[in-house]
């Protein structure tokens, strides 16, 4: 396949503070993106002005209104979208400089794959930050390598995915606005029409995760609401792939059998239940320490103790959300702005 032309797209609310080192991570590629479309959806603050320095370079949009949700500010700036292919990033996010090289040339190997989902790491930050890094490097490593050997890649993350600019213009993927992970929505509609997903470890960003607990809740709400309105939307998917199956199956028996299992030894045996919870904060510090050498940062294991509890609270999230959007059906579609810090 020859090159294919390239577009960047950038959903902007009220991101003054990385809005500008997002831009100029775009901007500093090895292979330069041909646009780089940035939605201002409604910023009340500064970021046009920070936008502003860039003149021609990119091409800015902005929303009647503040939309509410990524999704809708995407389906708005995809209609300046003209290239092969666009990539979806935030705007919290760096692109390494050879982000768009190492896209492209997943799409020049494989003319035919549909999407390409890049690698995440999160800038370093404090104990919350580091956490959430060492859930990419496990879950990225080893998860999603396997993911990638079954064919089926269970999400491609919103910060880092590349997708055929057609699929979108000829309504292939639709956007629909009815869960709150429409990267996650975007990936089973690609896996219910069978379209192939590549996972290239070399595309790689950096995204700023959350830095307090009130917003690392807020996020991770968004996330498990998402897996369960999205798991609920799609469930045909589990009958069509057996891949799927077993994917989706241990997940979500897993998140749901760990909180069960964890308060029914509390009840039942306190003994039984603190060795558990030895034999878990050991299996921490152990995963702590790949991810310390996997990515050179040695205080990565320095979180491990605090990783025990700060999964204890995932689990009863996930719990949570399990039985408002399955259980109780109350649908939650409101998105929670992130506060972001300056890159």
Known sequence: MKSPTISILIPAHNEERSIASCVLSCLMQTRPPDKIVVVNDGSTDST???????GDRITVVSTPAATGSKSRAQQFGLQFITTDVVIATDADTLLHPEFIEHIECSFIADPNIAAVAGYVMSLPCNYLAGIREVDYVIGQDFYKLAQAHMNYIYVIAGCAGAFQTKLFKDGTITFDHDTLTEDLDFTYKLHELGLPIHFNTNAICYTQDPHTLHSYTNQLRRWYAGGWQNLIKHAPIVFK???AAIHLSLGYIEGLLFPITLVTLLVV?????????????????LLSTYAAVRRRRPA????????????LWHAYLFMEQFVIEVVLKQRNLVWF??????L
């Open 269 to 285: 045996n306190v003994v039984l239940f603190l060795q558990l919870l030895g034999v878990y904060t050991l299996m921490n510090v």
């Open 48 to 54: 046009l002005d920070e936008l502003k320095q860039f």
């Open 241 to 243: 792939r057996p891949s």
């Open 300 to 311: 990565l294991v320095l979180y491990s103790p605090l990783m025990t509890p700060i999964k």
């Open 337 to 342: 702005q992130p506060e972001r810090r300056t």
